[in-house]
């Protein structure tokens, strides 16, 4: 089958790859030229922390150790508080499992050369598309290309589809965008005297309380640091003066190691925050079907880290549907439609997550439940935490939180059972006190 997918990012990449492995013919259409040949976008570098389901992918390709072997392994977060405390935090129970720093612009080039070197993969740069028409399977791009006769065509083309712009268009889809109040920018902390100049082995958090700053660790020793602020303190922050004074009041460790912060600051851009939601991700015509996938499916918020660990599961769940629908694709994207289920999950998770980093990980009170929720993972089998659900396995995340709801359930009953064991253990021994008392009067 010819497949066309919009968008050589992250996803439409790994979906090229998928695709290829079954067969199909792909031709890949992406706006940007071809990123391999270009430098990278100032201040839109990007690290992810790439964990299970992204990993699981790519294992499934055989790609998991190239990509990894150029990843930083990340165990914990490092919570710096305003005066200058160190707090590490593991990521599990056991301390032995990590989430992996690294650079988007690096796995896409990484991925592209993949896609592009497998035999049935074509991929043609410079073409944004502009135009889409369901019904007869014809796409129009910048500058007046025109591609006809598209019987597949598949939009990996981030949170901004041109594919689900089309979409939207048409009776009984649906969807809906919410931007938080915050935009993200991205900094630098440099390497000190040829090493990093933090714990490279953890993700490096300073919360503080409506906004945070993270950092994650580079192979070049450097880390990239993204704010994540009201727009309105990114807007006051508007001379050199006011950035150094700002920071080191509240990042008062940081600041030491930023030397261009003043000028970083004042020339990288301003990311906006947003979440996505199309319902149904596919439309069928007798001419052609259009779905949707990655960030154009389903764009969440990046404070779980998971929205290219999403895209990737996209990958594998859309390559499982077309083996069970022998790659009848009209039919396989119905399937993959109940996959919203979990991604519905995954964009909520997230935004609780934000207000979970930039405040409650620096309470004393979080630490000590993050504690007892790693020691009931060590004491009760079968007790896993959220945290590890979502980042260190490959359980949908609907099922992840259904596991998570009985797990409560049966602390919280396993909790008043203690609770009515030592009322009863107390009654019992006041009363015993009482009848040892007696005599003891009685004695006396
Ligand atoms: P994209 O990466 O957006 O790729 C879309 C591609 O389509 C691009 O190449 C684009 O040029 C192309 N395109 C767009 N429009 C057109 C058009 N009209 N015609 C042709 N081509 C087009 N995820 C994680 O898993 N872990 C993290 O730690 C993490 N951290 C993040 C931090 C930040 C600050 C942000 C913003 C995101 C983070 N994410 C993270 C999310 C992750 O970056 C995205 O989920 C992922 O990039 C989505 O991949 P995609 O291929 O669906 O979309």
Redesign the pocket.
Known sequence: MEVTI????????LLACFLARRGHHVTL????PD?REQGPDRGRS??????ER?IDALRRLGLDGKVLDAALPMAGRVMHAQDGALTFQPYSADRTQA?NSIG?AAL?RELLDVASALPGVEVRFG????GLDERTGRLE?EHGEVADGARVVIG????????RARLQQLPGVSFSQDYLDYG?K?LSIPAKDGEFALDPGALHIWPRGRSMMIA?PNRDRSFTC?LFWPHETLAALDTPQRISAYFGEHYSDAVELMPGLAADFRANPV?H?VTMRCSPWHVTTEAATVGL????AH??V?F?????????EDCVELDRCLDETGDDFPAALELFERRRADTDVIARLALDNFVEMRDRVGSRVFLAGKRVEHTLERALPGYVSRYELVSFSTTPYSQAERRIARQRRAVAAAAAGAALLALGFAARHGRRGRRSGRPGHENG
Do not use: K, W
Request: charged share 15%; hydrophobic share 40%.
């Open positions: 919009v968008g050589a990012g992250l996803v439409g990449c259409y992406e706006r940007r990123p990007i690290n992810l922390a790439m964990s992204g989430i988007r896409n073409h944004r598309l502009t791009f990996a083309d981030g949170a901004f589809s041109a594919v993200y991205e994650l993204t990311g925050l996938v990655g960030d154009a764009a969440i990046p779980y880290g998971q929205g290219a660990n999403c895209g990737f």
